[in-house]
Each structure stands twice: as structure tokens, then as C-alpha cells.
């Protein structure tokens, strides 16, 4: 299904991100892994062979986009997983978090797809997909003001992507997972440990978080022909946590 695809990946050295890469190896798809950690983009290029390019690169270099993506070839899929979150409650509010979360969340996914677009590095029938969260789209939590703005545009950004690309067959969609047992839930603190026990106990498939790869093959599904008549959607992937 994905023979001859070249498909990036952001937020590739963690979490959802290197769970889709490592989804994605066992089709015939060709991987570029975008990600800062040297380390962990080593670890994905011995995993990968000649399957995985990594490209070491700080979504916040906004002026480095250009060259960024000068050599790559044209995309048949694209999947925004890059993010960061950091508990910054209103009344101790800093400024520079909020910029900070709006820069890698928000701006990098939108800058990342128009400078793909006006370089016309977009195939035809081309999908995207971004990582949004119920966060923001669904529910509120505490301290999160950023992230879920920035999650709720992700959102935004499906709808009118998906309609500014819809002539050239490009599809465009969001995820809205509920937590996930990733580095950044483990390293966000935004919950203590026996909250986190508590939290997990609402979630009604399991009373657990998802695992990285429940989100990867919903990303692999969206990136497939088979959600060839899906754009502009965020789906919800939370195990039913946002219908009770
Ligand atoms: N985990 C959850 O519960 C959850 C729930 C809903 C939505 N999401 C969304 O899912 C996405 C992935 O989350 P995750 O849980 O997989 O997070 P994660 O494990 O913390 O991974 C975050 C990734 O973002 C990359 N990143 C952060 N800042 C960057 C920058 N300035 N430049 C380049 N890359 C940068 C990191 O790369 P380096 O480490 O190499 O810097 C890392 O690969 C995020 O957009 C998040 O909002 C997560």
C-alpha cells in the first residue's frame, strides 16, 4: 500500500512520533524522521537500514525551513507529531512558555505545511496528518491554556488545509488522542502520580492510557487509501473517555 511512498515524520525521537516510524518500517513506505535528539535519531536510522533518512532539525528554526526541505523529495504523507506541553497555570502565567508551546505546537505544523506547499513538495493524493488532542477540542485541564489552544488548532488547521488542498486530491486530517503513556505524559508533571492512577481509571476501554501504537495505526489508517474519502476530520482516539 505504501510502496514507493516518502512519508515525514516530526516529533519522530519519541512517543507517537517514533511509534508511527516504527509502524510505518513494516510497510514499504520511505521514512524521513524529523527530531532534534542525535542519539534517538541514530537508534531509528540502525532500526530503519535504508527504509529511514533522519534529519536532526529544531521546528522552532523557522527561518530554516527552506533548506530543511531543498533536497527532499515530493511527500505522499506528512505527520505533525512534534509538540511540547508545560504546566503554566494563570495566576503564576509565564509569557515565554506560552510562546515557546505556540512556536513548536502551533506555528511549526502551519509553517512546515505551507513552506511544503509553495515549494510544491505536496504529491497529488498526498494525506497529512496532525496531532491534536481532546485536550483543547473536548475538555479542559488545568494549567494547559497553551497546549490546548494549540491543540484546538490543529483542528482549525485540518478544516481549511483540507479545503485548500482538496483540488490537487490532498487529504488532511487531525488525531485527537486522550493520554497517552509517552515521555511527555511521564515528564509533563502536570498530574501526580496518584492522580495520574486516578485519571487512568476514567478512561472506559481499560482504565488505562493508550499505548503510542493504538495511536500509529490510526495515523497509518488516515495515511492510507483507505481513508481515501476522509478530510478535514479529527478523530477522536480516546477510549472513551469524552463520551461519558
Ligand atoms: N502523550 C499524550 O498523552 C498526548 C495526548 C494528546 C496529544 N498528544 C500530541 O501528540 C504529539 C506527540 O506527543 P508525544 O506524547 O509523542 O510526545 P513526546 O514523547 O514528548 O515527543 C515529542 C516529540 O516532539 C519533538 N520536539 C519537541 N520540540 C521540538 C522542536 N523544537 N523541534 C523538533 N522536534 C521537537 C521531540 O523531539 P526531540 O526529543 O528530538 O527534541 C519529540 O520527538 C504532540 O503533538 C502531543 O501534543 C499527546
Known amino acids: 500500500m505504501f510502496a514507493d511512498k516518502h512519508i515525514l ?18 510497510t ?13 535519531l541514530e537508534d531509528l536510522a540502525l532500526l530503519g537500514k535504508d527504509k529511514v533518512t533522519t534529519i536532526e532539525f529544531d521546528l522552532t528554526d523557522f527561518g530554516g525551513y527552506r533548506k530543511l526541505i531543498a533536497d527532499m523529495p515530493s511527500l505522499d504523507g506528512l505527520v ?7 504546566n503554566n497555570p494563570l ?10 508551546t505556540v ?20 504529491r497529488d493524493k ?9 485536550t ?13 489552544a494549540t491543540k484546538a488548532a490543529q483542528a482549525a488547521y485540518a478544516k481549511v488545509m483540507a479545503l485548500e488542498f482538496a483540488h490537487k486530491g490532498i487529504r488532511v486530517n487531525a488525531i485527537a488522542p486522550g493520554m497517552v503513556q509517552t515521555p511527555l505524559v511521564d515528564g509533563s508533571h502536570q498530574l501526580s502520580a496518584e492522580a495520574i492512577e486516578l485519571d487512568k481509571a476514567r478512561y472506559p476501554l481499560g482504565k488505562r492510557y493508550a499505548e503510542p501504537e493504538e495511536i500509529a495505526s490510526v495515523v497509518r489508517f488516515l495515511l492510507s487509501v483507505d ?13 472513551g473517555f469524552t463520551v461519558q
Open 9 to 26: 515524520v516530526t516529533g519522530a525521537t519519541s512517543g507517537i512520533g517514533r511509534a508511527v516510524v516504527v509502524d510505518l518500517l513494516r
Open 28 to 40: 514499504e513506505a520511505h521514512l524521513i524522521a524529523v527530531g532534534r535528539n542525535r542519539k534517538h
Open 80 to 86: 505533525c507529531s512534534a509538540g511540547i506541553v508545560e
Open 91 to 100: 495566576r503564576f502565567f509565564s509569557l515565554e512558555k506560552y510562546q515557546r
Open 103 to 122: 512556536d513548536v505546537n502551533q506555528t511549526a505544523p502551519l509553517h512546515l505545511v505551507a513552506e511544503l506547499a509553495k515549494a510544491n513538495r505536496l
Open 126 to 134: 498526498a494525506s497529512i496528518v496532525l496531532l491534536s488532542s481532546i
Open 136 to 148: 483543547g477540542t473536548s475538555i479542559g485541564m488545568k494549567g494547559t491554556a497553551a497546549y490546548a
Open 227 to 239: 481513508a481515501s474519502f476522509m478530510t478535514g476530520q479529527n478523530v477522536v482516539v480516546d477510549g
